[in-house]
């Protein structure tokens, strides 16, 4: 591939564009809830905003990593940015619930490219030192959406309408889609593709229904666990992953290639992006909560109690692409591992009469642990590929990271489910919260060993590429 034309500040600015509009579309819909059940009628169907955009993001996000290493990523970028575009203006102009329900499973499949697609393209034009410190801004997109993405929902609904909260895409979309496709110059070797069609089909299907699963299973006013209708989710799951794994052994040219699993680098680095997002999961989740139900605070502090970490985060981000071609990316890896276990450890010694203070502290260093791994994690991935397999391995490390939060709100939920009855008292829910919270714990201990597991290069290599 051939970048000798293009003008990487600017493709920059618009990538980070894209991606700072997709992690924001993420945190800004939650404080607009309210009044789109009571302006549609749908409350029953609310939680179908969320989960259906997590779902079909989740599903095609490795698929357009792959398509995007056989025809190139400024197409598969622009398909993506335009058809979140397009579900963005659907969504603000919906006139029922199922409407919004199902132009947010539009936008969430351009979601699937912009993210893994962005951070390959990065991968192509930085080397060294200089990828380290774009993928550095790049990962602190989520946190700064996280930190702005109330505040802007909230201006929106308050003073105009809920609908420019998907309305405000339009613009910053158009501002990208110019920067990128009109300064990304690629030229990519004309080889005949071979689409694997059985492959992408038995994927979608086998993931779809995992996620369905775990998105409409247990809890008030969704299935149990032991339902047909779960069990037969869960059955179908497995029938059609295994069906898949069989097919991509067979391909010509795989869309999730297993070799790349047989890389130790990329698969300690998926496992930790899978963990870590459970980790983040129970965190963002049950903070809040604690907050409300177990010290009495208003919903607004509860949301602000995450601020914290929504401004360590980016700062280790930033710090951590660019010093680790200096100390290796293990070395970063494995501190951010052990900040985890001490903010985790600390977040289990809450109780009813801790002191709010105790909660910043905590969320600031899981923050700062969480940024020490991520930028690495996403360079030591983009290094240990071949270039042919960039997007398709970028890509794979966001799918383990959505596919881990999802698996942890549903064993979360479990857990939470079995000490809280009803509307739940305050002891019960810090009960069942203290049992999240120890889980979690567990999880950042094994993160520990899974980031001793990393092979260490020579000093010369990790100078040369970033690789661990």
Known sequence: MSHKKTNRKLVTVGLLAALFIGALDGTVVNTAMKTIGEDLNGFALISWIFSIYTLTTCVTTPIFGKLADLFGRKSIFTIGLVLFLVGSVLCGAAQSMTELIWFRAIQGI?????????FTIIGDLYTGEQRGKVQGVLASMWSIAGLVGPFVGGYFVDTISWRWIFFMNVPVSIVSFILVFGSLHERFSKVRATIDYAGAATFTIGVSSLLLALLTGGGEGKHAWDSTYILSLFAIAALFLVVFLFIERKAK????PLELFRNRTLTVAYAL?????CIVAGVTLYIPM????????SATKSGLMLMPMSMTWPIASNLSGRYMFRFGAKVFMVMGTVLLVLGTLWLITLNIGTPYWHVIGIVSIIGFGMGCINTPAILSIQNAASDSQRGVATSTSSFMGTLGQTVA?????MLLNRHVVGEGTQVQFADGMHLIFIAVFAIAIFKVFLSGA????RKA????????
């Open 110 to 118: 351009g979601a699937g490219a912009l993210t893994p697609v962005t």
């Open 253 to 256: 040219e795989p869309m999730l």
């Open 273 to 277: 992006g899978f963990f870590g997002f």
């Open 290 to 297: 604690w907050v409300q139900t177990v010290m009495n605070l």
């Open 409 to 413: 709100v549903a064993v979360f939920g």
């Open 454 to 457: 990393l092979p260490r290069k």
């Open 461 to 468: 290599s990790v100078e040369a590429d970033g690789s661990v």
